[in-house]
């Protein structure tokens, strides 16, 4: 399978190098330029079928011209000891739990794919990869886990001066982990930028093995591919009709998993997200990103440390919109009826939401009652663990679900007794001697 630039379908480069790559030259991100069918795989799982195990088969199906059956497979079960559930909350309405990783967030799976990948690919081909990410903190306390004793990989996690949360001591660099945290100064914004300032050098960036940890990565991406197949699996012989997905929109990620997922031959019918500034629903029903008033020839380069996934999905029905419309709805959600869906849905279901799974929940109560009538099924997704939302929970519902002592652990303060950085240079030094240095200072 071969990867292309949103920004030039004349490129073609094969996986390997597009998650190496991480960003195209021409500031746009790779995305599949062709279309796998995997129907022979998808057709034959059931609710038997593991979800490593249904990653092995289809990166495998995907990957075929570089890896090797047993490479797939070995990537995809180190990835993936902890599977999502699915349940079904009454009739043929479903959820699929995303969050049952090491840090509570669906963002644990697609990492831990890209960690897999890249750890048994590196020591295959030889190489090292060093990830440059910004963090609130859950990335960073996730990648705090899933690098240990990784051999050719290493991560400079860059926190807001006073943010640094949820690390192991044994995990940091100067203790022999593969974790080098920096404090920097400056907003949220500002530090974004120093990142995306630090792969503009591309030179820099290749000789270095500098990457990302989000969903800018498509292997990142791809790592929430299985969600798909996997929850379908689980629900094809409980219902004869149509089949949805409705889901938050997040940074539309998960949305881009999906439509690749039917791309490569799930049998789904539409997805359904509550609109935002960024996808909204026009006067005549179609589905409109807003960012595509602008050309992409004269838009700036894509932010390596903010995920890109609207131009991903520009880029997927091209000019196509009659498509789009009959695939993607995006729906108004006002804040009255997502605290209403929180509220029913625990009421009804005992199940407690976050924002993003209220409003998903908010869509199919007031728009898609039609599809119930035809026996249609949907299928919610939960992307974080509803603990992560206990302020919201207690003020809907008067009562917020348990932390599990896990992802309490990645909210512990720590303490680095390093100096703050503030500048691009002082970040592309720690970036550049992470692997000339035994002990980096």
């Not at 996986?15 to 500031?27: E, L, N």
């Not at 309490?408 to 550049?432: N, Y």
């Amino acid at each position: 399978m071969q990867f292309t630039s949103t920004r030039n379908s004349n490129l073609k480069v094969s996986f390997s190098q597009a998650v190496r790559d991480c960003i195209p030259d021409d500031g746009g991100v790779f995305v599949p330029s062709s279309i796998e069918d995997m129907r022979r795989w998808i057709y034959y799982i059931d609710e038997t079928t593991s979800f490593a195990s249904i990653a092995g088969s289809l990166t495998s199906a995907l990957m075929h011209e570089e890896f090797s059956p047993i490479i797939c497979e070995t990537i995809a079960t180190a990835a993936f000891p902890v599977e999502p559930v699915v349940k079904q909350l009454g009739g043929s309405l479903f959820m699929t739990e995303m969050y049952h990783g090491f840090t509570g967030c669906h963002r644990d799976y697609g990492v831990s794919y890209l960690v897999s990948y890249l750890e048994t690919t590196l020591q295959l081909k030889g190489g090292k990869a060093v990830f440059l990410d910004f963090t609130h903190g859950g990335l960073g306390a996730l990648l705090s886990k899933i690098l240990k004793g990784k051999k050719n990989i290493k991560a400079v996690l860059v926190y807001q001066k006073g943010t640094v949360r949820g690390l192991d001591e044994e995990s940091l660099v100067w203790n022999g982990g593969n974790i080098y945290p920096v404090e920097m100064e400056g907003s949220e914004a500002e530090i974004k930028a120093a990142i995306s300032e630090v792969f503009a050098d591309r030179e820099f960036v290749q000789t270095n093995g500098l990457t990302v940890a989000n969903t800018t990565n498509v292997c990142r991406l791809l790592g929430q591919i299985f969600f798909f197949p996997y929850s379908f699996a689980q629900v094809k012989k409980k219902f004869n009709g149509e089949f949805y997905y409705a889901m938050g929109a997040g940074n539309y990620g998960s949305l881009m998993a999906g439509l690749y997922s039917w791309r490569f031959a799930l049998p789904v019918n539409g997805f359904y997200v509550p609109s935002t500034t960024a996808l909204a629903r026009s006067a005549n029903g179609s589905p409109v990103v807003l960012d595509s008033l602008v050309d992409l020839k004269v838009r700036g380069e894509t932010n390596p440390a903010v995920p890109a996934n609207l131009e991903r999905l520009e880029s997927f029905f091209g000019k196509n919109e009659m498509m789009m419309r009959n695939f993607i709805y995006p729906c108004d959600v006002s804040e009255e009826q997502r605290d209403a869906a929180a509220k029913e849905l625990y009421m009804k279901y005992g199940i407690f939401a976050d924002k993003e799974t209220a409003s998903a929940y908010a869509v199919v109560k007031e728009n898609c009652s039609e599809v119930f009538d035809e026996d249609g099924a949907f299928i919610l997704t939960a992307y974080n663990h509803p603990s992560l939302s206990s302020d919201y929970c207690r003020h809907v519902i008067g009562e917020a679900p348990e932390m599990p002592d896990e992802i309490k652990a990645s909210f512990v303060p720590v303490q680095l007794g390093r100096p703050v950085i503030a500048s691009v240079e002082e970040l592309k030094k720690i970036a550049g001697s992470l692997f000339n240095a035994a002990n980096p200072s």
